[in-house]
């Protein structure tokens, strides 16, 4: 029999949860999708374990985390480098650690990139809800641990078919590893951004938006130079999308994220593609991004030519 690995929590950061690929089937019910909001990364962290795709993992916002492990085994470390350290020496992230019991691991603030995702073989044990494991507040009805983890929280692994050998340590090769620190993030404009002033339009597009820290799981906030203003009929309320770029009465843009309603009535700019997304996923407070306009055909294509070889690797 496999032994599964405990990890004790000792202090945690601002927003820690148990995610997974979300809820398909529950928007109708005005129910969040949830889930991971970078899927890049939280994909390489299951599969550095042989894990099943949807397996649960712990999301981990800005860090401030502390940990003790009480039982030994292997993780995975993916998404942000949160200046890690394990008994006090500094760990990177895209690679599989084994940790012994009695081993202290810290995330202790992001030098690169703002959330990290850690898995174990198996996936972590979490209650289901709507047949997804993913953790969303703001519900107060949700899975994984129905809050954000918190001190004292004891998390286990669920048995899994198989374990790393001992040594057999796997990292991702450095070209598969994002760059964080440059934001150029794809758009793809909608039938609604012929709604705005189009000289405003234009220079929105053209100049640098800064995110800012009232930003969350829902929706990431931006702030530019140019404000936008809304020239047609109020749209009607109408399903959200993952990556709508909604613009509010005070000319400011939230990019709808994996918490977002299940309704909104803000006239949208557009969409972010899938990489653009989990890209604006890593993206600190007050980072700067620049827009690249992109058709959904460019997008579809990009996203299925990762998609093949993710299906040809595994």
């Given at each position: 029999?496999?032994?599964?690995?405990?990890?004790?929590?000792?202090?945690?950061?601002?927003?820690?949860?148990?995610?997974?690929?979300?809820?398909?089937?529950?928007?109708?019910?005005?129910?969040?999708?949830?889930?991971?909001?970078?899927?890049?990364?939280?994909?390489?962290?299951?599969?550095?374990?042989?894990?099943?795709?949807?397996?649960?993992?712990?999301?981990?916002?800005?860090?401030?985390?502390?940990?003790?492990?009480?039982?030994?085994?292997?993780?995975?470390?993916?998404?942000?480098?949160?200046?890690?350290?394990?008994?006090?020496?500094?760990?990177?992230?895209?690679?599989?650690?084994?940790?012994?019991?009695?081993?202290?691991?810290?995330?202790?603030?992001?030098?690169?990139?703002?959330?990290?995702?850690?898995?174990?073989?198996?996936?972590?044990?979490?209650?289901?809800?709507?047949?997804?494991?993913?953790?969303?507040?703001?519900?107060?009805?949700?899975?994984?641990?129905?809050?954000?983890?918190?001190?004292?929280?004891?998390?286990?692994?669920?048995?899994?078919?198989?374990?790393?050998?001992?040594?057999?340590?796997?990292?991702?090769?450095?070209?598969?590893?994002?760059?964080?620190?440059?934001?150029?993030?794809?758009?793809?404009?909608?039938?609604?951004?012929?709604?705005?002033?189009?000289?405003?339009?234009?220079?929105?597009?053209?100049?640098?938006?800064?995110?800012?820290?009232?930003?969350?799981?829902m929706g990431i906030r931006l702030t530019s130079p140019q404000k936008l203003e809304w020239q047609a009929p109020t749209p009607l309320s109408e399903p959200t999308a993952n990556g709508a770029i909604q613009i509010t009465p005070?000319?400011?843009?939230?990019?709808?994220?994996?918490?977002?309603?299940?309704?909104?009535?803000?006239?949208?700019?557009?969409?972010?593609?899938?990489?653009?997304?989990?890209?604006?996923?890593?993206?600190?407070?007050?980072?700067?991004?620049?827009?690249?306009?992109?058709?959904?055909?460019?997008?579809?294509?990009?996203?299925?030519?990762?998609?093949?070889?993710?299906?040809?690797?595994?």
């Amino acid at each position: 029999m496999h032994q599964t690995i405990q990890i004790q929590i000792e202090k945690t950061g601002p927003a820690t949860s148990i995610q997974d690929q979300g809820r398909r089937l529950s928007q109708h019910l005005a129910i969040a999708c949830a889930g991971v909001i970078d899927d890049y990364a939280y994909r390489w962290a299951n599969k550095l374990l042989n894990n099943p795709l949807n397996a649960s993992v712990i999301e981990i916002t800005s860090g401030g985390e502390h940990w003790t492990i009480k039982q030994p085994g292997w993780l995975s470390y993916t998404g942000a480098d949160l200046d890690a350290q394990l008994n006090q020496t500094p760990i990177k992230p895209w690679q599989t650690y084994y940790l012994n019991a009695g081993d202290q691991l810290k995330f202790n603030g992001p030098k690169q990139g703002f959330r990290a995702y850690i898995a174990t073989p198996g996936g972590w044990q979490a209650n289901h809800h709507y047949q997804s494991t993913s953790c969303a507040l703001r519900e107060k009805a949700s899975g994984g641990w129905g809050h954000w983890l918190k001190a004292g929280d004891q998390l286990n692994a669920n048995p899994a078919p198989s374990q790393p050998r001992a040594n057999q340590t796997k990292k991702l090769a450095k070209r598969y590893q994002p760059d964080y620190q440059t934001l150029n993030l794809p758009i793809i404009l909608c039938r609604q951004s012929q709604g705005f002033n189009p000289k405003q339009l234009q220079a929105w597009l053209t100049q640098p938006a800064k995110v800012m820290p009232a930003s969350n799981r829902m929706g990431i906030r931006l702030t530019s130079p140019q404000k936008l203003e809304w020239q047609a009929p109020t749209p009607l309320s109408e399903p959200t999308a993952n990556g709508a770029i909604q613009i509010t009465p005070s000319g400011e843009a939230i990019i709808l994220m994996a918490d977002r309603q299940t309704l909104g009535g803000y006239p949208k700019i557009g969409h972010l593609s899938w990489w653009a997304r989990c890209q604006i996923a890593q993206a600190k407070p007050f980072s700067q991004i620049q827009w690249q306009i992109t058709d959904i055909n460019q997008a579809r294509n990009k996203q299925n030519e990762w998609y093949r070889y993710w299906n040809s690797s595994s």
